[in-house]
């Protein structure tokens, strides 16, 4: 199975290679995104701020539409979760806009939301067996994604305010919580996603 990381300005690139890594051997970060690549998984990391990595994508931009669109799972994760939607409170530029909306600031409970978290999973999905109800994962962000209720598939509880924490619609799957620094629980939604995407 091929997977590729998109270095795209984000940070923390060792930590989600090295633990993708360890579950797929043809796992690559890569600084430029062929259209014409047999992808099965892109990866959009991390840890960062959406005005830089708005200019570092937008080159990109109509290429990973293209491939979300010719079947490559497009996974998100923190930053590039915020990446799917067309703007954000936190800068300037423009995401993706594979998922309508605006990124906005934690206006309620701890901010920022850091540290674990447990996390409800509220709607079965192909990648999460209905028999999961919950898990404690490792969250570090001050902006959550819009609460919509057709794509949200989990949810932690941060000061009574519910942030999404696993947003999926289509071929783009978004983690708000860093899955690589979530220990068993993190590997276990890695391995669900991947054993999947091999079918």
């Avoid at 690139?13 to 099965?40: C, G, R, W």
């Avoid at 990446?83 to 530029?93: I, K, L, P, V, W």
């Avoid at 447990?118 to 999905?125: A, G, L, M, S």
């Avoid at 609460?147 to 947003?167: H, Q, S, T």
């Amino acid at each position: 199975m091929k997977i590729r990381i998109y270095n795209y300005g984000a940070s923390n690139l060792y930590s989600i290679f090295s633990a993708i890594k360890k579950l797929n051997d043809d796992t690559k970060v890569v600084e430029e995104l062929e259209e014409s690549e047999n992808l099965n998984i892109l990866v959009l990391p991390g840890v960062g701020n959406f005005s830089q990595a708005s200019k570092s994508i937008k080159k990109s931009r109509e290429k990973i539409l293209n491939l979300a669109e010719r079947g490559t799972l497009v996974l998100g994760i923190c930053l590039g979760l915020h990446m799917f939607y067309e703007e954000s409170e936190e800068g300037e530029g423009e995401g993706l806009g594979a998922l309508k909306g605006k990124v906005t600031k934690i206006k309620k409970g701890k901010v920022p939301h850091m540290g674990w978290s447990y996390t409800k999973f509220v709607k079965e999905n192909v990648f999460f067996p209905k028999d999961i109800e919950g898990e404690w994962f490792y969250y570090a962000h001050s902006y959550q994604v819009p609460y919509d209720e057709r794509l949200v598939y989990a949810f932690a509880e941060n000061g009574g305010n519910k942030i999404p924490a696993v947003v999926i619609d289509g071929n783009f799957f978004g983690l708000q919580f860093h899955p690589e620094k979530s220990g068993k629980a993190g590997r276990k939604v890695l391995e669900n996603v991947f054993t999947v995407i091999k079918r």
